[in-house]
């Protein structure tokens, strides 16, 4: 095996993919900071969900298929685990009922990990899980700069007589000041209960790049934007699997078509490997609804592939490059 960090998965040369217990990428399932990068953690609300439920399935259905993922981005020319080192934190014990239990247990088990300086790379569950991830990553960070590629807003103040819902997390985050809104961005909208959603958006300070949009400008413009958007200010990036198209990932609980592929996707996210991201989650896989597991799958790339950027910035800040 190649000279890898502290924390690293186990060598598939050696050790058949489809034998052990599962974790993410089969890395080591412990609860530690030293010598850690980054830390995968598992969300299992769906509790905030409006209309299909069962996300709450989602940590273990994409760390089944992360069995499949490579220790090296071809696309970065780059083995990841010589730069970084991570391990799989296992799952917040969440409760199945109280939306607002399950989220304070994030934030209680989230800000020790961001407070030792591991990047956490969350898997939903619903999208409200992304609030208490800001909660925990603003104590330590301050207000961040959000990277947000779904094709809804989730910029609501009520859904469906709820003000706590996986429609309405950012406009908390943006109340209680969570968010640097002046270099926020929302890729991918298409979903939208009326044209005055995104006017609302972008009222509160966002640049929201609809669907249509983003396909008429083409990905390298888009991505170009976005760092633009974000610059030098830290950043987090959540990630709606609704994003993508249904015809590449299907199994998620509001679906909306004209989205992008699962090619495309992963072309624009790499776009972004320069922003100094401090935590990422991959929101609202609903794996009943995609007995072929390709959404899992795609989850579990979109994480691969953020984790291969931290790899490529900490090559990049070894070797005393700036650009």
Same mark, same amino acid.
Not at 193 to 209: C, L, P, Y
Not at 306 to 311: E, G, K, L
Not at 313 to 318: G, I, L, Q, S, T
């Given at each position: /095996?190649?000279e &890898? ?9 050696e050790v058949?993919?489809?034998? +052990?217990?599962?974790s993410?990428?089969?890395l080591?399932q ?8 980054? +830390?995968i953690?598992?969300?299992p609300?769906?509790t905030?969900?409006?209309f299909?439920?069962g996300?709450?399935? !989602?940590p273990?259905a994409?760390r089944? /298929?992360? /069995? ?9 020319d780059?083995d990841?685990?010589?730069?970084v080192?991570g ?6 014990n969440?409760s ?6 399950a989220?304070k247990?994030i @934030?209680l088990?989230?800000?020790p ?12 569950g ?6 208490p991830?800001?909660?925990?990553v603003?104590a330590?960070h ?7 590629l779904? !094709?809804?807003l989730?910029?609501?103040?009520i859904?469906n +007589? ?8 950012f406009?908390?985050?943006?109340d209680?000041?969570l ?6 961005i929302?890729?991918?909208?298409r979903g939208?209960?009326?044209t005055?959603?995104?006017? #609302? ?5 966002? @640049? ?5 949009e983003l396909?008429?400008?083409?990905l ?7 760092n633009?958007r974000v610059?030098?200010r830290?950043?987090f990036l959540?990630?709606?699997i609704?994003?993508v198209?249904p015809? &590449? ?5 509001t679906i909306?078509? +004209?989205?992008v592929t699962?090619?495309e ?6 776009q ?9 989650? #991959? ?5 009943a ?10 989850a ?7 984790i291969?950027? /931290?790899?490529y ?6 070797s005393?490059h700036s650009s």
């Amino acid at each position: /095996m190649a000279e &890898y960090k502290k924390y690293h998965p186990v060598d598939s040369s050696e050790v058949s993919r489809f034998c +052990g217990i599962r974790s993410f990428m089969r890395l080591p399932q412990l609860q530690a900071t030293e010598g850690v990068d980054f +830390g995968i953690l598992g969300l299992p609300v769906d509790t905030g969900s409006t209309f299909r439920t069962g996300s709450r399935f !989602a940590p273990a259905a994409i760390r089944e /298929m992360s /069995m499949m993922l490579r220790a090296a981005s071809v696309n970065l020319d780059i083995d990841i685990f010589k730069y970084v080192s991570g391990v799989d934190y296992g799952d917040v014990n969440v409760s199945p009922c109280d939306l607002q239990k399950a989220h304070k247990a994030i @934030e209680l088990g989230l800000r020790p990990i961001v407070a030792a300086g591991v990047v956490p790379v969350c898997f939903g569950g619903d999208h409200s899980v992304t609030l208490p991830e800001l909660r925990a990553v603003a104590a330590k960070h301050g207000p961040v700069a959000l990277v947000h590629l779904d !094709a809804h807003l989730d910029t609501y103040d009520i859904e469906n +007589g709820d003000t706590l819902t996986h429609g309405t997390p950012f406009k908390i985050a943006v109340d209680e000041g969570l968010i640097d809104t002046a270099h926020s961005i929302q890729v991918g909208v298409r979903g939208i209960f009326s044209t005055d959603a995104i006017r #609302v958006s972008r009222d509160m300070g966002f @640049e929201v790049i609809p669907a249509g949009e983003l396909r008429e400008e083409g990905l390298d413009r888009v991505g170009a934007r976005i760092n633009r958007r974000v610059g030098d200010r830290k950043a987090f990036l959540t990630f709606d699997i609704d994003f993508v198209d249904p015809a &590449y990932a299907p199994g998620t609980g509001t679906i909306e078509v +004209g989205g992008v592929t699962s090619f495309e996707a992963l072309y624009l996210l790499r776009q972004t490997k320069d922003i100094d991201y401090v935590a990422c989650d #991959v929101v609202e896989v609903l794996p009943a609804f995609d007995p072929t597991q390709i959404t899992a799958y795609m989850a579990g790339c979109v994480a691969h592939e953020f984790i291969a950027m /931290m790899a490529y910035r900490k090559r990049k800040a070894a070797s005393g490059h700036s650009s």
